[in-house]
């Protein structure tokens, strides 16, 4: 969930046109620039949602909604997202890097402006280390 407490209509938010699209929104002097690169859950792909409660607006990035249901994470072979994240203001307009993902032996290797995160593609698989 992405949570602003300065937009009072969800009307106000624009949903990605796809799941992996980057968006950006901008609040009073401030441009929220974010990008999911990764996002799947028990093969559960996922879609953007928006909503709000009148004080604030959100848009969620939600796997699965409908009737109650239980998942056993150490069955689940994949479960993760990611998103960049930039923060500027409103004014500029600096292009926005895509992230560089690979995977190698249940890892994703993530770099994205001199950054670097690599994390378990199997949620139960603590052993691996985040940099």
Known sequence: R???GNVKSPEELLIPASA????????DELKFNIQ??????AGLKGRWEKG???????????FYSGQ???????????????????L???GTNQPSQKASVSEKEGIMKVLWNGL????PLKPDQPLNSFI
């Open 52 to 62: 709000g409660n009148g004080k604030s607006s959100w848009i969620d990035f939600v």
């Open 20 to 27: 992996s699209a980057p968006f950006s929104i901008t609040i």
């Open 2 to 4: 992405f949570e602003f």
């Open 88 to 90: 500027e203001s409103s």
């Open 36 to 41: 999911l690169f990764c996002a799947e859950f």
């Open 68 to 86: 109650e249901t239980e998942y056993d994470l150490k069955k689940i072979d994949r479960a993760l997202s990611g998103f960049t994240f930039k």
């Open 116 to 119: 670097q995160l690599e994390v």
